[in-house]
């Protein structure tokens, strides 16, 4: 596992749609203070110009927490402000090309939703991280909860990647999860909607915390 792989743990951020950069900064801020290492920055509906705009405004919120950027779906972007990786789901083009133009050192994270087949093939294409899910019912996507939660120990018993799980998160559900193997939460609503985003970000680090 690489250095930059070793990192994908915890609190694994993703961005709500957000067209107010602002707001964005301020909310993920707060996510960043409250011990998330990782934010992926995800913006299904903002113009390009604007998802370049936020996406330079969130690495340099991220550096100065000494934290990781990855951006959803988007190379060119990843690329424009420096990011630390990118995210890539079924519809996104993965193999050699996306590696040799991202460069030596950079992340790149699948969605394989419930299928230990596509994260193995992933993996053998080069994927630094896989993602399964949803496991839970989320905002995001209400139709996309039931992944087996044993999914992840199988995972982690074969692929020598982070595991990261995502869909319907919250620190109560995820604990399971955890227990599971999964090396990393991604989480939408649970950490964005929250009355105090630092908090909530505390209280799923707290989970990681609680293994040792």
Known sequence: MSRESARVRGLYAVTPDLADTARLVTLVSAALQGGAGIV??????????????????LKSACVRHGAMLIVNDDVEIALAVDADGVHLGRDDSFGPDVRKRLGPGKLIGVSCYRSLERARSAVAEGADHVAFGGFFPSQ?????????????????SELEVPVVAIGGITPENG????????DALAVITALFTAPDVAA???QFNALYDAQH
């Open 40 to 57: 992926q920055y995800r913006n299904k509906v903002a113009a390009p110009e604007l998802k370049l705009e936020q996406a330079r405004a």
């Open 200 to 202: 909530a970000a505390a």
């Open 175 to 182: 604990k399971a999860l955890v227990a599971a193997g999964a």
């Open 140 to 156: 995001v996507k209400p139709g996309a909860g039931g992944a087996p939660i044993e999914l992840l120990s199988q995972a982690k």
